[in-house]
């Protein structure tokens, strides 16, 4: 079974975007970029123009997932699929950041704060990243692992759980675009001048 054109749009943006955060040299010209691509395609019109933008701003909004900037960006994104009522993207995306989401509270046994009943605090950050890397690209370039069909010690299970997707579920063609497509790749492929 193939997943959808959509729910792929949703994981690529997810993950491209959490790894442009994670590597915060590339952060500023990636941002940049993502810009030129939201502006341009703001001036475009129809499903595809519109199923782009929303793409981008995912991009963006989970770059800045942990800033006061992601909100704004994902109210965005809400309204532009309120337009284009038939876009599944913008749900899929807000899944995997709840399944992503780590919920501080009270450990009762020991009294230490923990994160989702299971990780003490100081440990969070390590833990989070672990469940949430799959492919992290910036200008063409691999800067973090890769997936595939055997290896199920990379970390992507939370985000995709959340969507129910398996690897077995993505085509080989979907897990290239996974694995092997760059934001500059991307851009090129749609047109959209980065520079």
């Known amino acids: 079974m193939n997943v959808s054109t959509d729910?792929?749009?949703?994981?690529?943006a997810f993950y491209l975007g959490h790894g442009i955060r994670e590597q915060a040299e590339?952060?500023?010209?990636?941002?940049?970029?993502?810009?030129?691509?939201?502006?341009?395609?703001?001036e475009k019109e129809?499903?595809?123009?519109?199923?782009?933008?929303?793409?981008?701003?995912?991009?963006?909004?989970?770059?800045?997932?942990?800033?006061?900037?992601?909100v704004n960006c994902r109210h965005e994104v809400q309204e532009l699929s309120k337009r284009a009522s038939s876009l599944e993207i913008?749900?899929?995306?807000?899944?995997?950041?709840?399944?992503?989401?780590?919920k501080l509270h009270v450990d009762e046994a020991t009294n230490n704060i923990a994160i989702d009943g299971s990780n003490k605090i100081k440990t969070a950050k390590q833990e989070l990243a672990r469940d949430i890397k799959l492919s992290y690209w910036c200008y063409g370039k691999k800067v973090f692992d890769?997936?595939?069909?055997n290896n199920y010690s990379t970390g992507y299970i939370k985000p995709l759980k959340a969507l129910n997707v398996r690897m077995e579920d993505l085509s080989k063609k979907q897990i290239r675009f996974?694995?092997?497509w760059s934001l500059k790749d991307i851009m090129v492929a749609h047109n959209i001048n980065y520079h």
């Open 7 to 12: 729910k792929l749009l949703a994981i690529k």
């Open 26 to 42: 590339f952060k500023v010209n990636a941002l940049k970029m993502i810009d030129s691509a939201i502006n341009y395609l703001s």
């Open 146 to 149: 890769t997936i595939s069909l």
């Open 90 to 102: 913008y749900k899929d995306y807000m899944s995997m950041v709840g399944a992503t989401d780590s």
């Open 46 to 70: 129809g499903l595809r123009a519109i199923k782009r933008l929303i793409f981008y701003k995912l991009i963006k909004c989970e770059i800045l997932r942990f800033d006061d900037n992601g």
């Open 178 to 180: 996974l694995n092997d």
